[in-house]
C-alpha cells in the first residue's frame, strides 16, 4: 500500500508538473504574441503544437530568469537560495536546451549576449503572466488593483469617480494610495502610479507613460489677500508677494520662465510639500500659491480662491505610468480608459509618453 501511495504521488507530481510546463509555454506564446490568454487563438492550445513542443527545464528558466533580473550570479543564487555553480549549471543546462549562447564572460563575472537579453525579456513577460493568474487564483479571481496617486488629484478628481473605474476592473478592489513618493515596481509596491511630471520621457527604465491631463497653472490666493495688492495685474508683479511652495522653489521659477519673467531674486516662503496645503495655505490668506487648475475648480467657483492673475502658463502634465510588461493588460488597459473618461479632452494634449 505504501508504495501504491508513493507511487501516486509521483504520478501527480509529474501531473502537476506537466501542467505547469504547459501553462508557462503557453504563457510565452501568448505573451510573444501580446494577445490575453483568453483571446489566445486555438492554434496555441492545439495538440499539434503542443507535441512540437521542446520546453527547456523550468528550474533553468527560473534560475535564468533570476540572473538577468539581478545581474550576478551570485544574486541569483542568494535568491534561490542555493550555490552559485547550481546557478551556473542551470544557465549552461538552458543554453543546450535553446542551442543558442544566453551569457558570455565579461571580466570576472558573466552578462547576457544580445540573445539573451531578448530571450530573458521574453521570460519575465511569461513569469508575471503566470504570477498573474495564480494570484487571481489566489484571491478568488478577484485581485486588488493598487494605484499609488498624488493627495490632491486622488482626493478632488478621482475620488467621486471611483466606483467607475470598479465597474470597468469587473469589481475588484481598488487601493487608491496617496502618496508622493515613486513607488518600487520591481518589488510589486503597485500595479501602476499617477503622477505630475515636467517630462513622460523621465520615467525609469522598464516603464511607460502616458500624460492625461495638462492642466494651466494658476497663480491663486484668497479674494482678502487679492484685495489687499490692488495694483496687481501681471506675473511679473508677484515676483515680491509672498509665495507658497511645494518642496522647493522650482515650480515658481518655471512658472515665471514660461511667463517670460528672466531676472528673479532670491524666491522665499513657506514649503509645504503637498498641493492640498498649498491650497489651504491660500485659502487662509498666507499668499499666492501655485496650483494646477484641475485642483481647485470648486473654490474658484464659489469664491473662496481666486487668480491674482490672467496666465495661460502650462509645465508638464498629469501621467500615468505602468510596467511596460503589463501596458496592454485588461487592468492597465481599463484603468487607462478610465482616466481618459475623468478628465474632459481640452484638458489632455495630444498623448505623450515613452513607449
Not at 531674486?265 to 487662509?284: D, K
Not at 500659491?289 to 509645465?315: C, F, H, Q, R, Y
Request: aromatic share 6%.
Amino acid at each position: 500500500m505504501a508504495g501504491g501511495a508513493g507511487g501516486e504521488r509521483r504520478v501527480a507530481g509529474e501531473g502537476a508538473r506537466a501542467v505547469l510546463a504547459e501553462m508557462f509555454h503557453t504563457a510565452v506564446e501568448i505573451t510573444a504574441a501580446g494577445i490575453a490568454p483568453s483571446l489566445a487563438p486555438a492554434s496555441v492550445h492545439s495538440p499539434k503544437v503542443r507535441m512540437a513542443r521542446r520546453l527547456p527545464p523550468l528550474l533553468a528558466l527560473r534560475a535564468f530568469d533570476i540572473f538577468a533580473r539581478q545581474g550576478t550570479v551570485r544574486a541569483a543564487a542568494d535568491e534561490l537560495a542555493v550555490s552559485h555553480t547550481v546557478v551556473s549549471r542551470h544557465i549552461q543546462n538552458l543554453e543546450q536546451a535553446v542551442g543558442v549562447k544566453l551569457v558570455a564572460k565579461s571580466g570576472r563575472g558573466l552578462s547576457l549576449t544580445r540573445e539573451g537579453i531578448r530571450y530573458a525579456a521574453q521570460l519575465r513577460r511569461a513569469f508575471d503572466l503566470i504570477g498573474e493568474a495564480s494570484n487571481e487564483l489566489r484571491n478568488g479571481g478577484m485581485e486588488a488593483v493598487h494605484i499609488c496617486c498624488l493627495a490632491g488629484l486622488a482626493s478632488r478628481c478621482l475620488l467621486a469617480r471611483l466606483p467607475e473605474l470598479e465597474e470597468a476592473l469587473t469589481g475588484r478592489e481598488v487601493i487608491l494610495q496617496p502618496t508622493s513618493t515613486r513607488p518600487d515596481f520591481s518589488r510589486e509596491e503597485a500595479d501602476a502610479e499617477i503622477m505630475y511630471l515636467e517630462d513622460g520621457n523621465s520615467v525609469a527604465e522598464g516603464l511607460r507613460s502616458e500624460m492625461f491631463a495638462r492642466p494651466r497653472i494658476l497663480a491663486i490666493a484668497s479674494p482678502e489677500f487679492k484685495a489687499r495688492y490692488p495694483d496687481v495685474r501681471t506675473p511679473a508683479d508677484l515676483v515680491g508677494l509672498p509665495l507658497i511652495h511645494e518642496q522647493s522653489t522650482g515650480m515658481w521659477e518655471a512658472w515665471f520662465e514660461e511667463a517670460g519673467i528672466a531676472e528673479l531674486p532670491r524666491l522665499r516662503g513657506p514649503r509645504l510639500w503637498q498641493a492640498h496645503l498649498t491650497i489651504e495655505a491660500a485659502r487662509l490668506g498666507r499668499g499666492v500659491a501655485l496650483v494646477s487648475d484641475l485642483l481647485v475648480t470648486e473654490p474658484l467657483a464659489n469664491g473662496k480662491l481666486v487668480e491674482m492673475v490672467d496666465s495661460n502658463v502650462t509645465i508638464g502634465g498629469y501621467y500615468f505610468i505602468a510596467p511596460a510588461h503589463r501596458w496592454n493588460t485588461p487592468v492597465i488597459s481599463a484603468i487607462r480608459q478610465w482616466l481618459r473618461g475623468v478628465f474632459p479632452p481640452d484638458q489632455t494634449s495630444p498623448l505623450q509618453g515613452n513607449p
